[in-house]
């Protein structure tokens, strides 16, 4: 599949685009800084002996079945607003927790209630989103060999973009469990701060979540 | 430990009252019905064969450490109203999830965030309060012989009650996790649609989450 990552130099970002990238995907890098993009893609193409590109975020979205948003909550509304006619017709995948520094550890519900909702809101339903990867520690991620131990929950409001995303978070070594409409990204999101009170707390370094009985 | 159930002839309060009773507490089963807090009692007694009292809320709270509230979203508040004298001093164990049925399955966020955000500021600082246990089937509660796969997360912003209620989950048979401060309940309570709506989509009867790493 053709995937493009809107803030593909971050550590989120740079680690699901490599692991995609050794899956077979054709992956973008797309940056505000297009240069910072064509660097980690020539980082990544050199780590996996796939060929990944590089560019502004307008150009990885450009030519792409589906989108991963990668970006602090603070950039989230200004590039999905920036972004949106580029976004129309494919399938975003929305990873962003409404984080609210330095408070990163407390649940903080944005005006939306989710950034997912405000996401759908700002690009209206041309665009289906999934909201899913809220749980999963970049740590983790890093280590493209390194098999995790979490389940990655995905919500939406499309049946056919649920099952895309479900296969795309399998391929990255994680099982998939489709946790229903886009309004359940509220607890998707706001779990994220309890991961981090438990890493913090129990000296941890990536708490993840794994479901029983299903 | 002497613990008072407000809601201690439903499901999830007459099954921790079975496993606490067996744990050696004193336990007393409240209901606006007393007889069948009465009845409740009795039944539990044989079961277990420690003797369990049954009466009124106000009765089950009078002269106890610890109260857990096991009513449904729409008698919370109305709940706490009446019994906020009775529970000043004691350490309020608050399961409540703020379901909106019919749709069970959809995150509801109430007006206040959270019903354990609610609950505080109905109670005030003076009955300090703990939410967990909103992710515990129970179906599994209720068989006392088995072991839970399921780690319960506790929220709270006073450290001793925090530690008291940890230990009496502990009781219960299960990891208790401390998830922070109260306003994390939001993730806690938004969570249990999420199980409900995996428990339909996957045929499971009992979703519960471990958490890995920690």
């Known amino acids: 599949m053709r995937i493009g990552i809107v803030g593909g130099t971050g550590k989120e970002g740079k680690s699901m685009a490599r692991r995609w990238a050794l899956k077979g995907h054709d992956v973008r890098i797309g940056s505000r800084d297009p240069e910072r993009a064509k660097a980690t893609a020539t980082e990544l193409t050199s780590d996996?002996?796939?060929?990944l590109s590089g560019g502004s975020n307008e150009w990885a979205i450009a030519d792409v079945d589906v989108v991963l948003l990668s970006v602090?909550?603070?950039g989230h509304s200004d590039t999905l607003r920036a972004l949106k006619d580029g976004l129309r017709g494919k399938v975003l995948i929305d990873i962003t927790v409404p984080l609210k520094p330095p408070k990163i550890r407390l649940v903080h519900l944005p005006a939306g209630q989710a950034a997912a909702l405000e996401a759908q809101a700002i690009l209206g339903d041309?665009?289906?989103?999934?909201?899913?990867?809220?749980h999963v520690s970049s740590v983790h991620l890093a280590d493209a060999d390194h098999k995790i131990a979490c389940d990655v929950l995905c919500c939406?409001?499309?049946a056919e973009a649920m099952q895309k995303v479900i296969g795309l978070v399998e391929d990255l070594g994680m099982r998939a469990l489709d946790a229903g409409p886009l309004q359940n990204a509220v607890a998707l999101e706001s779990l994220t701060p309890v991961l981090l009170h438990l890493n913090a707390k129990y000296k941890g370094a990536g708490a993840g979540i794994t479901f029983t009985g299903i």
Do not use: E, K, M, Q
């Not at 996996?48 to 060929?51: L, N, P, W």
């Not at 041309?126 to 809220?134: E, K, N, S, W």
């Open 72 to 74: 602090p909550y603070g």
């Open 126 to 134: 041309d665009t289906p989103i999934v909201a899913t990867l809220h």
């Open 156 to 158: 939406s409001d499309n």
């Open 48 to 51: 996996t002996g796939r060929a």
